[in-house]
């Protein structure tokens, strides 16, 4: 019997395990980088949910500035100075918001049903007169793909703008 070692044999055989551990960790490697980028995604729509949360609790607590939010959207041209200043504030981030889960939702980073529900509360909130009013007078303080989804006549209306107060 011969027992010649053959180191041909066993250089290949240890190519093909080394091979196939790094074909294992880079599979290990991209479910990684998924689940990575996936709770990425997570934290960041929990993110701007808790924002919506935010606002939508400080008008729930505060009854000056429920009564604000509702006069602004029934008629944003009649506030004055400071109420005018306090609502514009207001409905700048609740755009902002708004503009954030946009882009979460053109990226493919929200939930589809989610998504439907913000974006019939935007829309319900865009029906106001006043906040009509102030978007026109606001838009471009928004990315021009946001603006156009919000509503491109209101951008375009002629109306004049003011300063973000």
């Known amino acids: 019997m011969n027992h010649a070692v053959n180191w041909e044999a066993i250089s290949a055989i240890g190519q093909v395990v080394g091979a196939l551990a790094v074909v294992i960790s880079l599979i290990y490697l991209a479910s990684q980088v998924r689940s ?25 607590n505060n009854a000056d500035l429920a009564e604000l939010r509702n006069r602004g959207f029934r008629d944003f041209e009649s506030l004055e100075d400071t109420d005018r200043a306090r609502f514009s504030s207001y409905m700048h981030s609740t755009f902002r918001v708004a503009e954030d889960v946009y882009y979460q939702h053109s990226d493919g ?50 109306l004049p703008r003011t300063t973000l107060s």
């Open 36 to 60: 990575s980028a996936r709770e990425t995604r997570r934290a960041a729509m929990r993110s701007t949910l808790d924002a919506l949360t935010r606002l939508a609790r400080d008008t729930t």
């Open 109 to 158: 980073h929200l939930d589809p049903h989610r998504w439907r529900g913000l974006e019939t509360l935007l829309r319900d909130v865009n029906k106001a007169p006043g906040v009509q009013a102030w978007w026109r007078s606001h838009s471009q303080y928004f990315t021009e793909k946001f603006v156009k989804f919000v509503g491109p006549d209101a951008a375009d209306s002629g």
